[in-house]
């Protein structure tokens, strides 16, 4: 065995003897090893809702204070074992508001049978998604195809349609579900009959929509910060624009233009953090691959070519944390593992290999609660668990083992009330069901010696576009470095240096020979850095 190879085994074996906190199963609901399935969690006062499924009453609303006592069912809205599957959405003050599907209706709790009421009941369809401002609830009802926009003042009779776009305009049967909040007011897409989609406003206690930026003629998706409105805009079906406003009654500037491939309505918001914000888009060069903007031109620029050259990768569990951006993204170097991001250039870097090596670590579900993010993930000897991070990979550790061994609890629904986090998890003798931990426990000075930041940089290749030989600069700490050439597909087409390096200040060269014209990125990996440089060569 190679001394790599004993190094590797080592790590593995440390990494197999956790150091786990006190959890607890708060109730088996549905008793035996066949799943309650909790989900959906609402916090509300001192107590929290979710739903859960038993065998006397299907899926139906559920409130619990984190007792065995205090946990029960709400009310049985579709009567015996049928499911009314109840979801609960948003909350103000003391009152849960909640979908149900069975029958397709929107409802508000006090946590009491007698304290439910139903507000509206729908034709067809259901609620599925809410927002609250101020002391109106918006909800969008989705009865087949598109959406419709309501609210609701949490009465029946002041739970309404919004249908009305203006004097002398059509309604609308197409609400984006991408409705913001922004200034105060409520920013959402639609489209109305015969007419392009547009981005409208409504602004409390004036209830009637309003259409703004009207130099935005398609606009599929929005996301706001602190500061500014950003809006993902449909130009053709192969064409995307970024734009941004701080001011949408006025105007709005387009940042970025993505001429891609595909379908332009692929493209996506993933996230904020402060005044960053992360989206897949195609440009035609690299295919959907994370982007970052800071709602300039140039600062808008992609985060990482994650699959390199013309493949795509969407990324799909993130999180803002400690004024960093993290997100599970795979590698063929690290497998699928959490990185982060400060949405600078050089500030994307692998945040830890949980799983060593080329295995998955299958991180998901992110949660920040006031002791640190949670999130589950592998470490490749035990199964998909409980994890917690402070923001510094070595204050990052898997904290609880609900089902040993290589089997998984595949923690999920977390919530924090109290010093409590609530979370469903599986165990064999009980299947998914409602368990808590008690953050309080967790300590943050974890028993390894701390991390000294470490300084890694890569130059631009020069010459770039190259005929013959082009040269890139790099300065890395003292260890091991891998650095191979792709081409535009993704596929590797050498390796350039594979050892250990003493010294900071290194060149690599690209030598034409061999190779066609065209794109290629040169990847540069050390410890837990790994960066790409695109390189052009022309004949």
Same mark, same amino acid.
């Given at each position: 065995?190679?001394?790599?190879?004993?190094?590797?085994?080592?790590?593995?074996?440390?990494?197999?003897?956790?150091?786990?906190?006190?959890?607890?199963?708060?109730?088996?609901?549905?008793?035996?090893?066949?799943?309650?399935?909790?989900?959906?969690?609402?916090?509300?006062?001192?107590?929290?809702?979710?739903?859960?499924?038993?065998?006397?009453?299907?899926?139906?609303?559920?409130?619990?204070?984190?007792?065995a006592?205090?946990?029960?069912?709400?009310?049985?809205?579709?009567?015996g074992?049928?499911?009314?599957?109840?979801?609960?959405?948003?909350?103000?003050?003391?009152? @849960?508001?909640?979908?149900?599907?069975?029958?397709?209706?929107?409802?508000?709790?006090?946590?009491t049978?007698?304290?439910?009421?139903?507000?509206v009941?729908?034709?067809?369809?259901?609620?599925?998604?809410?927002?609250?401002?101020?002391n109106?609830?918006?909800?969008?009802?989705?009865?087949g195809?598109?959406?419709?926009?309501?609210?609701?003042?949490?009465?029946?009779?002041?739970?309404r349609?919004?249908?009305?776009?203006g004097a002398?305009?059509?309604?609308?049967?197409?609400?984006?579900?991408?409705?913001?909040?922004?200034?105060?007011?409520?920013?959402?897409?639609?489209?109305?009959?015969?007419?392009?989609?547009?981005?409208?406003?409504?602004?409390?206690?004036?209830?009637i929509?309003?259409?703004?930026l009207?130099?935005?003629?398609?606009?599929?998706?929005?996301?706001?910060?602190?500061?500014?409105?950003?809006?993902?805009?449909?130009?053709?079906?192969?064409?995307?624009?970024?734009w941004?406003?701080?001011?949408? @009654?006025?105007?709005?500037?387009?940042?970025?233009?993505f001429?891609?491939?595909?379908?332009?309505?692929d493209?996506?918001?993933?996230g904020?953090?402060?005044?960053?914000?992360?989206f897949?888009?195609?440009d035609?060069?690299?295919?959907?691959?994370?982007?970052?903007?800071?709602?300039?031109?140039?600062?808008?620029?992609?985060?990482?070519?994650?699959?390199?050259?013309?493949?795509?990768?969407?990324?799909?569990?993130?999180?803002?944390?400690?004024?960093?951006?993290?997100?599970?993204?795979?590698?063929?170097?690290?497998?699928?593992?959490?990185?982060?991001?400060?949405?600078?250039?050089?500030?994307?870097?692998?945040?830890k290999?949980?799983?060593?090596?080329?295995?998955?670590?299958?991180?998901q579900?992110?949660?920040?609660?006031?002791?640190g993010?949670?999130?589950?993930?592998?470490?490749?000897?035990?199964?998909n668990?409980?994890?917690?991070?402070?923001?510094?990979?070595?204050?990052?550790e898997?904290?609880?083992?609900?089902?040993?061994?290589?089997?998984?609890?595949?923690?999920?629904?977390?919530?924090?009330?109290?010093?409590?986090l609530?979370?469903?998890?599986?165990?064999?003798d009980?299947?998914?069901?409602l368990?808590?931990?008690?953050?309080?426990?967790?300590?943050t000075?974890?028993?390894?010696?701390?991390?000294?930041?470490?300084?890694?940089?890569?130059?631009?290749?020069?010459?770039n576009?190259?005929?013959s030989?082009?040269?890139?600069?790099?300065?890395?700490?003292?260890?091991?470095?891998?650095?191979?050439?792709?081409?535009?597909?993704?596929?590797?087409?050498?390796?350039?240096?594979?050892?250990?390096?003493?010294?900071r200040l290194?060149?690599?060269s690209?030598?034409?020979?061999?190779?066609?014209?065209?794109?290629?990125?040169?990847?540069?990996?050390?410890?837990s850095?790994?960066?790409?440089?695109?390189?052009?060569?022309?004949?």
């Amino acid at each position: 065995m190679t001394k790599l190879a004993h190094i590797f085994t080592l790590l593995v074996l440390m990494a197999a003897v956790p150091r786990l906190y006190g959890q607890e199963l708060v109730k088996d609901i549905r008793l035996g090893s066949a799943p309650s399935q909790p989900r959906a969690m609402v916090p509300v006062g001192d107590h929290f809702f979710f739903e859960a499924w038993t065998d006397e009453n299907g899926l139906e609303l559920w409130v619990s204070d984190g007792t065995a006592a205090g946990t029960k069912m709400v009310i049985d809205i579709a009567p015996g074992a049928e499911s009314s599957r109840a979801e609960p959405l948003v909350a103000i003050g003391n009152i @849960l508001y909640f979908n149900t599907q069975n029958p397709g209706a929107f409802w508000k709790t006090d946590g009491t049978e007698v304290g439910t009421e139903k507000l509206v009941e729908f034709w067809s369809g259901s609620a599925r998604r809410a927002w609250v401002v101020g002391n109106i609830v918006f909800f969008i009802h989705h009865p087949g195809n598109g959406g419709l926009l309501w609210y609701t003042d949490g009465t029946p009779s002041g739970t309404r349609y919004a249908n009305e776009f203006g004097a002398g305009q059509p309604t609308t049967d197409n609400i984006g579900d991408d409705l913001v909040v922004f200034g105060g007011s409520v920013y959402f897409t639609a489209s109305q009959s015969g007419l392009n989609a547009a981005v409208w406003k409504i602004q409390p206690p004036n209830m009637i929509p309003e259409k703004v930026l009207l130099e935005i003629f398609h606009p599929l998706r929005l996301l706001a910060t602190p500061t500014k409105l950003f809006i993902l805009n449909v130009e053709t079906r192969e064409i995307n624009s970024l734009w941004v406003s701080e001011d949408p @009654l006025n105007e709005a500037t387009k940042v970025a233009v993505f001429s891609g491939r595909g379908p332009s309505s692929d493209a996506r918001f993933i996230g904020s953090n402060n005044e960053w914000v992360y989206f897949n888009a195609e440009d035609g060069i690299h295919g959907f691959e994370p982007w970052v903007s800071d709602g300039t031109t140039s600062g808008t620029q992609v985060l990482r070519d994650a699959n390199p050259g013309a493949g795509s990768f969407f990324v799909g569990e993130s999180m803002a944390f400690n004024n960093d951006f993290f997100f599970a993204m795979p590698d063929p170097v690290f497998g699928q593992e959490l990185w982060k991001t400060d949405g600078s250039e050089d500030g994307l870097s692998l945040f830890k290999d949980i799983n060593l090596g080329l295995g998955h670590a299958s991180v998901q579900n992110l949660f920040v609660t006031d002791r640190g993010m949670v999130f589950s993930a592998t470490d490749g000897v035990h199964g998909n668990e409980l994890w917690i991070t402070t923001g510094l990979s070595h204050q990052t550790e898997m904290i609880s083992d609900i089902n040993p061994g290589a089997n998984s609890s595949s923690p999920g629904a977390f919530l924090q009330l109290g010093d409590y986090l609530y979370f469903s998890a599986t165990q064999e003798d009980t299947g998914k069901e409602l368990w808590r931990l008690d953050l309080s426990t967790i300590t943050t000075d974890i028993d390894r010696a701390p991390v000294i930041p470490q300084h890694y940089t890569v130059s631009p290749a020069s010459p770039n576009p190259f005929s013959s030989v082009t040269q890139l600069s790099y300065d890395f700490p003292p260890g091991y470095v891998r650095i191979d050439l792709f081409n535009a597909l993704g596929q590797l087409v050498m390796n350039l240096y594979d050892g250990y390096q003493h010294a900071r200040l290194a060149d690599v060269s690209v030598n034409a020979g061999g190779l066609v014209s065209g794109i290629y990125y040169v990847r540069f990996l050390t410890g837990s850095f790994i960066t790409t440089r695109k390189v052009v060569l022309v004949r």
